[in-house]
């Protein structure tokens, strides 16, 4: 199919980007889809199951990843930012209810440039092989971010097995020959290469675009639990995160799915929800929204993994207010989950256990809970630098940090820039259905634009 | 004495509490006592009446605040504890030993009653001369260091080592008064305010740039409750750090301790060689309340000869002493289970021979604790500074 001459960006490409770009491009547009990592997923790949329906996310994530791969109308740009964007014209802000009127600048066009760093892998070539990653030098001494830390990888790499596309990059932070100019007498990934795919003379290029519709869909971080010290996150092994969890328990992650913490499967895992959340002190006043069920999926695996295991659940308030949610917890509950009423207070060693301090509220008595594994739920937090991306695209941002829509009712993926739409947790945290629905509406308001912009065009 | 809760939760502005617990889960005191914070903030919420006097368990609190800094909702639980003391006191059902205390503040300036007179004999024979007008640095020793035998020894230490910085310093002599920073929290807001104002001018009149203080206890109230505009309120660890970094301050040789309690096959090294092993606690005013965790440690590793190991429970989780708010006067409705008890057992089992402190309660009640436990053949309770006096030598 020709794709119309109107042209959309997404930006990052996560389950929000891939389903707005997807939407807009089976719809006949071009568009651009500009992720920074060398693969498309985003945190949805990180993920093990999807509550409440546990479907295995890898599995459902990873033919709509491959449809961007090849579809037609989307030119896939990895490991690219934008860097800069040119809107049509600056009108008044528009505070209202609706779009700017007909007749504002709908012939205009944003004027992008996008910056394609050197993966210094000629991606024509790279047929995803892997010799390149099992010959490098630094093979198991690089930490991989996909995989939480958990594991660690080569310099060069994909960032797991479903990657799109499947080419491979070299980190240049990691690589010797990148960070010391020198690695050994000869490079053993060149040598491994039987496409001779790998250009370390690879330079950066610029590439203009002009586009009339922008999905912002850069997603969110996590709270570095270390800002709640009394939990020991990074003293004791033994306490994760929730992300961190979720590699482990993956059946695609460096454990293939067996729960092991210290070389044993734990007898006691302790849940400790709201870590940063609902908590003005550490900058997050509002409910993170995905913990609550999450953590009830989490508890749910580790009964599935290991029968007789003693699970605690600590909650402040349990929030099930999804399809299927409550149905979810109930379900929880009965695989002789336990949930006590309480926010732990605190994490220490005995032994070679660790125990969480806390009041058991319902009974009114302070107790004391021996843990092998304490998982920490963790804060849904703006990206580090959403303040950048704030500025790059002229966004206004809400109390909580995130980007700010343009009415909180009536135009919820609108933004004070004409053109410019909001998918996912950029705008707040929010759990899959959500963000699937929200990037949805953007694409929508997205072609909306584009098809007002075609009709006003002498063909 | 039934207090109308209402007026004290809007006035402490209790209602944005979610009852989660958390200052319950954390309170040191709570798992030994009837305490519990967060029932109690409940009750004011929901009953129009307290006997307030129906809780003697209110005199268990330490004042630690581990409860204030945890809470997610900045409600200030250990406020409200202050405020229903407060009650207590007004009507005078307060224990007798909290009363003695009070009354020798109110009249001699210090909890023991000891004279007023007698407030700068710890001095014994060491330089110090009264704060000039417009000396750099006022010294504010604080009660227990001026008078407790034990811990004496500490400001004498500090006016060494501030001589051998060359740091131009002074003290208020037999006219210094209690901080108060006990007083408010044993629920005498009325005296505090005395002594607010009373020690306020007498520290302006010094017109010192910084106010030094032995305690972290008065520290944290000049600091965070006097106004003491354009003052800097210093916990002697911070400008000891601050001498050593600047090069002011120098070791000689590592400290000439009298004795090496730890034997090698406890884990120490026994017999005066070797590195001495250290362990810090953290005076919860000083660390979890005012965050100062790093300077005191910065010190100890700059002690020649000195190795620093941490107990499990360090820094912000570190456990409270049960010193404070007023505790050095009252044992609390179980003094059995001491959380200094358990305390020097978490630092003998780092191996330490020295557990190091920078509170004068703390080196008190651990100390009493070391004893008590017959941990004494292996442990020794030390503030920071006797380690630095021990370190530097006495001509320079």
């Given at each position: 199919?020709?794709?119309?001459?109107?042209?959309a960006?997404?930006?990052?490409?996560?389950?929000?980007?891939i389903?707005?770009?997807?939407?807009?491009?089976?719809?006949g547009?071009?568009?651009?889809?500009?992720e920074?990592?060398?693969?498309?997923g985003?945190?949805?790949?990180?993920?093990?199951?999807?509550?409440?329906?546990?479907?295995?996310?890898?599995?459902?994530?990873?033919?709509?990843?491959?449809?961007?791969?090849?579809?037609?109308?989307?030119?896939?740009?990895?490991?690219?930012?934008?860097?800069?964007?040119?809107?049509?014209?600056?009108?008044?802000?528009?505070?209202?209810?609706?779009?700017?009127?007909?007749?504002?600048?709908?012939?205009?066009?944003?004027?992008?440039?996008?910056?394609k760093?050197?993966?210094?892998?000629?991606?024509?070539?790279?047929?995803?092989?892997?010799?390149?990653?099992?010959?490098?030098?630094?093979?198991?001494?690089?930490?991989?971010?996909?995989?939480?830390?958990?594991?660690?990888?080569?310099?060069?790499?994909v960032?797991?097995?479903?990657?799109?596309?499947?080419?491979?990059?070299?980190?240049?932070?990691?690589?010797?020959?990148?960070?010391?100019?020198?690695?050994?007498?000869?490079?053993?990934?060149?040598?491994a290469?039987?496409?001779?795919?790998?250009?370390?003379?690879?330079?950066?290029?610029?590439?203009?675009?002009?586009?009339?519709?922008?999905?912002?869909?850069?997603?969110?971080?996590?709270?570095?639990?270390?800002?709640?010290?009394?939990?020991?996150?990074?003293?004791?092994?033994?306490?994760?995160?929730?992300?961190?969890?979720?590699?482990?328990?993956?059946?695609?992650?460096?454990?293939?799915?067996?729960?092991?913490?210290?070389?044993?499967?734990?007898?006691?895992?302790?849940?400790?929800?709201?870590?940063?959340?609902?908590?003005?002190?550490?900058?997050?006043?509002?409910?993170?929204?995905?913990c609550?069920?999450?953590?009830?999926?989490?508890?749910?695996?580790?009964?599935?993994?290991?029968?007789?295991?003693?699970?605690?659940?600590?909650?402040?308030?349990?929030?099930?207010?999804?399809?299927?949610?409550?149905?979810?917890?109930?379900?929880?509950?009965?695989?002789?989950?336990?949930?006590?009423?309480?926010?732990?207070?605190?994490?220490?060693?005995r032994?070679?256990?660790?125990?969480?301090?806390?009041?058991?509220?319902?009974?009114?008595?302070?107790?004391?809970?021996?843990?092998?594994?304490?998982?920490?739920?963790?804060?849904?937090?703006?990206?580090?630098?959403?303040?950048?991306?704030?500025?790059?695209?002229?966004?206004?941002r809400?109390?909580?940090?995130?980007?700010?829509?343009?009415?909180?009712?009536?135009?919820?993926?609108?933004?004070?820039?004409?053109?410019?739409?909001?998918?996912?947790?950029?705008?707040?945290?929010?759990?899959?259905p959500?963000?699937?629905?929200?990037?949805?509406?953007?694409?929508?308001?997205?072609?909306?634009?584009?098809?007002?912009?075609?009709?006003?065009?002498?063909? | 004495?039934?207090?109308?809760?209402?007026?004290?939760?809007?006035e402490?502005?209790?209602?944005?509490?979610?009852?989660?617990?958390?200052?319950?889960?954390?309170?040191?005191?709570?798992?030994?006592?009837?305490?519990?914070?967060?029932?109690?903030?409940?009750?004011?919420?929901?009953?129009?009446?307290?006997?307030?006097?129906?809780?003697?368990?209110?005199?268990?609190?330490?004042?630690?605040?581990?409860?204030?800094?945890?809470?997610?909702?900045?409600?200030?639980?250990?406020?409200?504890?202050?405020?229903?003391?407060?009650?207590?006191?007004?009507?005078?059902?307060?224990?007798?030993?909290?009363?003695?205390?009070?009354?020798g503040?109110?009249?001699?300036?210090?909890?023991?009653?000891?004279?007023?007179?007698d407030?700068?004999?710890?001095?014994?024979?060491?330089?110090?001369?009264?704060?000039?007008?417009?000396?750099?640095?006022?010294?504010?020793?604080?009660?227990?260091?001026?008078?407790?035998?034990?811990?004496?020894v500490v400001?004498?230490?500090?006016?060494?080592?501030?001589?051998?910085?060359?740091?131009?310093?002074?003290?208020?002599?037999?006219?210094?008064?209690?901080?108060?920073?006990?007083?408010?929290?044993?629920?005498?807001?009325?005296?505090?305010?005395?002594?607010?104002?009373?020690?306020?001018?007498?520290?302006?009149?010094?017109?010192?740039?910084?106010?030094?203080?032995?305690?972290?206890?008065?520290?944290?109230?000049?600091?965070?409750?006097?106004s003491?505009?354009?003052?800097?309120?210093?916990?002697?660890?911070?400008?000891?750090?601050?001498?050593?970094?600047?090069?002011?301050?120098?070791?000689?040789?590592?400290?000439?301790?009298?004795?090496?309690?730890?034997?090698?096959?406890?884990?120490?090294?026994?017999?005066?060689?070797?590195?001495?092993?250290?362990?810090?606690?953290?005076?919860?005013?000083?660390?979890?309340?005012?965050?100062?965790?790093?300077?005191?440690?910065?010190?100890?590793?700059?002690?020649?000869?000195?190795?620093?190991?941490?107990?499990?429970?360090?820094?912000?989780?570190?456990?409270?002493?049960?010193?404070?708010?007023?505790?050095?006067?009252?044992?609390?409705?179980?003094?059995?289970?001491?959380?200094?008890?358990?305390?020097?057992?978490?630092?003998?089992?780092?191996?330490?021979?020295?557990?190091?402190?920078?509170?004068?309660?703390?080196?008190?009640?651990?100390?009493?604790?070391?004893?008590?436990?017959?941990?004494?053949?292996?442990?020794?309770?030390?503030?920071?500074?006797?380690?630095?006096?021990?370190?530097?030598?006495?001509?320079?």
């Amino acid at each position: 199919m020709e794709p119309r001459e109107s042209a959309a960006l997404v930006i990052g490409g996560g389950i929000a980007g891939i389903q707005a770009a997807l939407d807009i491009a089976d719809a006949g547009y071009k568009v651009y889809l500009v992720e920074r990592e060398p693969s498309i997923g985003g945190r949805m790949a990180q993920l093990d199951k999807t509550f409440p329906t546990l479907d295995c996310s890898s599995c459902i994530l990873t033919p709509k990843m491959v449809d961007v791969g090849r579809h037609s109308n989307i030119d896939l740009m990895t490991y690219s930012e934008v860097v800069s964007v040119t809107p049509p014209s600056r009108g008044e802000p528009s505070w209202s209810l609706s779009p700017s009127p007909e007749g504002g600048d709908e012939g205009g066009v944003f004027h992008v440039r996008v910056r394609k760093k050197p993966r210094y892998v000629d991606v024509d070539k790279c047929t995803g092989c892997g010799q390149c990653a099992a010959a490098c030098r630094m093979k198991g001494r690089v930490i991989s971010r996909f995989d939480e830390g958990i594991v660690k990888r080569s310099a060069i790499y994909v960032p797991f097995p479903q990657a799109v596309p499947l080419k491979y990059t070299v980190d240049p932070t990691a690589c010797l020959y990148l960070t010391q100019g020198v690695c050994g007498k000869t490079f053993l990934c060149k040598d491994a290469c039987p496409a001779g795919a790998i250009d370390f003379e690879q330079q950066e290029e610029f590439v203009d675009l002009e586009v009339g519709a922008i999905i912002v869909a850069t997603g969110y971080d996590l709270i570095d639990p270390r800002t709640k010290p009394e939990f020991g996150y990074g003293v004791y092994p033994e306490v994760m995160t929730g992300i961190e969890f979720e590699r482990l328990s993956s059946a695609s992650g460096p454990t293939l799915g067996e729960i092991i913490v210290n070389g044993k499967k734990p007898k006691d895992v302790v849940f400790i929800k709201c870590v940063g959340s609902r908590d003005p002190h550490t900058g997050v006043p509002y409910c993170s929204r995905v913990c609550c069920m999450y953590t009830a999926k989490h508890a749910h695996l580790v009964r599935d993994n290991i029968p007789d295991a003693r699970i605690t659940v600590f909650y402040m308030d349990v929030r099930a207010f999804g399809k299927g949610y409550e149905e979810f917890y109930d379900r929880v509950k009965h695989e002789r989950v336990i949930y006590r009423r309480g926010e732990p207070a605190e994490v220490y060693r005995r032994g070679d256990r660790l125990v969480v301090l806390a009041e058991d509220t319902l009974l009114g008595k302070p107790i004391e809970v021996e843990a092998d594994l304490v998982v920490l739920a963790t804060a849904v937090v703006p990206r580090t630098d959403v303040s950048e991306v704030a500025a790059l695209l002229g966004l206004d941002r809400s109390p909580d940090g995130f980007f700010q829509e343009a009415h909180p009712k009536l135009r919820p993926v609108d933004t004070q820039v004409d053109g410019i739409f909001l998918a996912g947790c950029c705008q707040g945290p929010k759990d899959i259905p959500d963000t699937v629905a929200q990037a949805k509406a953007a694409a929508s308001s997205a072609m909306g634009i584009l098809a007002r912009r075609e009709k006003g065009r002498p063909a | 004495m039934a207090l109308k809760t209402e007026p004290m939760a809007e006035e402490l502005e209790l209602f944005g509490c979610i009852q989660c617990g958390k200052c319950t889960g954390g309170c040191p005191v709570a798992r030994k006592t009837v305490l519990n914070i967060r029932s109690l903030i409940y009750q004011m919420l929901v009953e129009p009446e307290m006997d307030v006097s129906a809780h003697p368990e209110l005199w268990d609190c330490t004042s630690c605040f581990t409860c204030v800094e945890r809470c997610p909702k900045d409600v200030r639980p250990a406020e409200l504890i202050i405020g229903l003391r407060g009650q207590l006191v007004e009507s005078g059902r307060i224990p007798e030993t909290i009363g003695a205390a009070l009354m020798g503040i109110f009249r001699q300036g210090n909890p023991s009653g000891m004279a007023r007179e007698d407030r700068a004999a710890w001095v014994n024979g060491t330089a110090v001369k009264a704060a000039q007008k417009g000396c750099e640095t006022l010294y504010f020793v604080g009660c227990i260091p001026s008078y407790d035998p034990r811990v004496q020894v500490v400001p004498r230490a500090l006016v060494k080592a501030f001589a051998a910085a060359g740091l131009d310093f002074g003290t208020l002599g037999t006219e210094e008064s209690c901080c108060g920073n006990e007083v408010r929290r044993m629920g005498e807001a009325g005296l505090f305010e005395m002594l607010v104002e009373e020690n306020s001018e007498l520290i302006r009149g010094v017109g010192a740039s910084r106010l030094v203080t032995t305690s972290p206890h008065c520290f944290n109230t000049f600091k965070n409750e006097y106004s003491l505009d354009g003052i800097e309120v210093l916990h002697y660890t911070q400008l000891i750090a601050e001498l050593i970094e600047q090069g002011r301050l120098k070791f000689s040789h590592p400290p000439n301790l009298p004795e090496r309690p730890s034997p090698p096959e406890l884990g120490g090294t026994g017999g005066g060689r070797g590195k001495i092993i250290v362990t810090y606690h953290d005076p919860c005013f000083l660390g979890k309340q005012n965050h100062i965790f790093d300077e005191p440690r910065a010190i100890l590793k700059a002690i020649p000869g000195v190795k620093l190991v941490e107990m499990d429970r360090n820094r912000e989780r570190s456990l409270c002493c049960e010193g404070g708010g007023g505790r050095m006067w009252t044992e609390g409705t179980n003094l059995e289970e001491r959380l200094a008890f358990q305390r020097v057992h978490e630092a003998a089992e780092t191996g330490a021979e020295i557990l190091a402190v920078a509170c004068p309660f703390c080196l008190l009640t651990l100390e009493d604790a070391v004893k008590v436990q017959g941990l004494d053949d292996r442990l020794q309770v030390m503030d920071i500074m006797e380690l630095v006096e021990m370190a530097i030598d006495d001509d320079e």
